[in-house]
């Protein structure tokens, strides 16, 4: 069964920095679409970064320049590095993997494995 658990949320304030991490069990995520998904109170999940098994990034508007999104298929590990942190980035971020679509040139964005979600608080 395929887990995926994310670590290294927190609070901090405003311009701080914090790194996500979510390592995957039971399956490799090798050549496999991996994201970053955030969603605060009263409001919808949007996706913030992904990271294709060749590892073409993208990232929503909103963290571009201040988040970097990576992946360490030998730890089958996701990373999500946050820089210049913002009030606005306050949210529970989920972790994501699409395991049915292997070695896509982009992520198509079918995720289908989630994990159980890391809390980010940044006061200012």
């Known amino acids: 069964q395929v887990q995926l658990v994310e670590s290294g949320g927190g609070s901090v304030q405003a311009g701080g920095s914090l790194s996500l991490s979510c390592e995957a069990s039971?399956?490799?995520?090798?050549?496999?679409?991996m994201g970053w998904f955030r969603q605060a109170p009263g409001k919808e999940r949007e996706e913030v970064a992904s990271?294709?098994?060749?590892?073409?990034?993208t990232y929503t508007d909103s963290v571009k320049g201040r988040f970097t999104v990576s992946r360490d298929n030998a730890k089958n590990t996701l990373y999500l590095q946050m820089n210049s942190l913002k009030p606005e980035d306050t949210a529970m971020y989920y972790c994501a993997a699409d395991l049915n679509n292997r070695w896509f040139s982009y992520c198509v964005g079918q995720f289908d494995y989630w994990g159980q979600g890391t809390q980010v608080t940044v006061s200012s």
């Open positions: 990271i294709s098994a060749y590892s073409r990034t």
């Open positions: 039971g399956y490799t995520v090798n050549g496999a679409c």
